[in-house]
């Protein structure tokens, strides 16, 4: 049985499954204007998944008004979105179906995911694109021999369909993402990178083509595993300014440092895990639109 999306709020039981596609509208509180237009929300609930009720899984009550971090109050679960609501939403969730790949592949392959997805690409088609070069060896076979020869052939595996929903689909940026993967499997082997620590294991994949700070901190998140760093797309941001945790204005990847070192206190200040709260957040925020506009 199926609790609707305005029953689930008032209950407070706001969970991190996806229901079949609904609008409604969530308010940040009773004093501001409606925020967001929730398609396919979060707020699936069987009623045995309510069992104990999610208010003993909460952090410990705080004042709505508190202030967690500079800028950003407590506000309530219900309040969609707010610091609140992100700890419950943390609560809820899993390590073992958040924000991870696979800790056990070979750098090459953690590193060519990351590549290979980012902005235009669709984390479905990331993970298409992904195991077609796993399936071919790719990784391992554009590592050795001449750098041209080797974009190339990956360039002709990336221009091959992918099955995707049903649907075969084509990789948007083959010839450069061809050239980059290439260039950065073949540095790898010839220069691995520092694995005990996590801040010059990051500095030295951001010498590569086509990795800057967020590619390479997602990288060392699914490959070292680390929680030190924050995973910060468009997705995360956009969650980030709505709480007042961003400036609305920012410039990347000048910004990046700072806002991940704000972004981390937040997860400090609210109990959860940075791998785990950025995760969510990107899960969360691709099924939202603000106002009319998709984002």
Known sequence: MWLSDAEALRQGRLAQAI???GIIQCRW???CKPLFHVEHSYAKLCLMQVEPPLALLRPAARDPDAMVIPGVVWGRPEWVPSAAFWADMVALADERTEGFIDRDAPLAEAVGFCLLGGYGITAEVNH???DHLVQHRAYERAAEGPLEVAATWLEALLREPVEVQCRRIR??????RARRLAAAL???RANPPPTDDVELFRSHLMRLDGIGPKTASWIARNWLGAASVAILDIHVIRAGQLIGLFEREVRLPRDYFGME???LDFAEAI???PALLDAVMWRTMRNIRVGNDWR
């Open 261 to 263: 070192r704000r972004f």
């Open 171 to 176: 990789y948007r940026f083959p010839r450069q």
């Open 271 to 273: 109990g959860a895990c």
């Open 19 to 21: 229901r079949p596609p």
């Open 128 to 130: 298409a694109v992904h």
């Open 29 to 31: 509180s009773s004093r």
């Open 186 to 188: 073949q540095d790898l």
